[in-house]
């Protein structure tokens, strides 16, 4: 196992259980929506949008900005850093520090092609032990706990114990699993019982992560596990972790808001969108939150034609007046 510095903090060991995680999507989870999951359920972990840890040492401007975070967020958030490099991160992992964030967060899970082509996120499963060693170094080089949020593989799950295993001696605080494999991308189904061999198998937290859709499926697929990491569910359904929360504490889970209470949420996040850059930035970037929003409601098709092209908050505010008469 390896040494970790004498003044690393590992916030992982002291969350409450089990551990509920907001996953890192690229375009979604920006620091206005992270706060807003705060605000709805605060023992939640944060995590960055994905972020190149070559941009990152370079300090570049739009990477930074994606890299920001605001207090509120703090205990716990991460950044997330994807890379092929041992340069880039250990030189990224320096700029996540003078951030000021919670800890450090490693994609070996992204299946997207353009990002596996060029050698990053779940590509560093080919070879294992390479990565392992990798891992290794950026453990030493930082102060800040160390996450991995991976796949059951790249083409198959077979070396999943192993490479689990590997992370783990490696220093790793606690590691998040998708249950598919990279050539399977998003499809079929998330295979859970494998997450659930590999908390057999080491001693740090273990979070599944794949096809929950709900607070009852979450108690359902929690079993050995430590946590789960939700992601494309919270963008329909931001309240999935206060749900979550109430599921495993044993107590009746707590309905979706209202619609009008679900537009009062957007309004909210594009008031904080708004402060956080500036409007138009803040309508560019909710577009996509809109398209997921409003399925589900009388007259899905059309108001979401129009949401995903809304470029004011007056425009906006006209929307959601004419959606809330569908209530």
């Not at 040494?3 to 903090?9: G, I, L």
């Not at 706990?145 to 796949?151: F, L, T």
């Not at 079929?188 to 740090?204: H, M, S």
């Not at 979706?256 to 560019?284: C, G, S, V, Y």
Request: hydrophobic share 40%; charged share 25%.
């Amino acid at each position: 196992m390896v040494q970790r510095p004498a003044m690393q903090r590992n916030f992982w060991t002291t969350l409450p259980r089990p551990i509920l995680v907001l996953a890192p999507m690229a375009g979604y989870t920006e620091s206005p929506f992270r706060r807003l999951i705060k605000e709805i359920e605060p023992s939640t972990v944060l995590i960055s949008e994905l972020i190149s840890a070559e941009a990152l040492r370079r300090k570049n401007e739009k990477t930074m900005r994606l890299a920001e975070f605001m207090p509120e967020e703090k205990h716990f958030y991460c950044v997330q850093l994807f890379g092929k490099t041992e340069i880039a991160f250990l030189e990224a992992v320096k700029v996540v520090e003078e951030l000021g964030a919670d800890g450090i967060d490693l994609n070996l899970g992204c299946p997207s092609p353009k990002v596996v082509g060029s050698g990053h996120g779940s590509a560093l499963l080919q070879d294992p032990c390479s990565t392992a060693t990798l891992i290794e170094q950026i453990v030493k080089a930082t102060k800040l706990p160390v996450s991995v949020k991976m796949r059951l593989g790249f083409y198959d799950d077979k070396n999943l114990i192993q490479t689990a295993k590997a992370f783990e001696s490696a220093g790793i605080s606690s590691l998040a699993i998708h249950g598919r494999t990279t050539k399977q991308k998003f499809t079929g189904q998330a295979d859970w019982n494998r997450i659930y061999e590999v908390k057999e198998n080491v001693r740090i937290p273990v979070l599944g992560n794949g096809d929950i859709t709900s607070a009852q499926i979450a108690k359902q697929k929690l079993k050995n596990l430590d946590g789960m990491m939700i992601g494309r569910a919270a963008l329909r359904n931001p309240w999935i972790f206060a749900q979550c929360r109430a599921a495993f504490a044993g107590n009746p889970i707590p309905p979706k808001p209202t619609l009008p209470e679900q537009l009062d949420f957007f309004r909210r996040h594009a008031q904080l969108a708004t402060e956080f850059k500036n409007e138009t930035w803040a309508m560019i970037e909710l577009r996509k939150h809109f398209a997921h929003f409003v399925r589900g409601i009388r007259g899905a098709a059309q108001f979401r034609d129009r949401l995903i092209r809304v470029e004011s908050l007056v425009e906006m505010e006209e929307i959601f007046e004419e959606m809330a008469k569908e209530f």
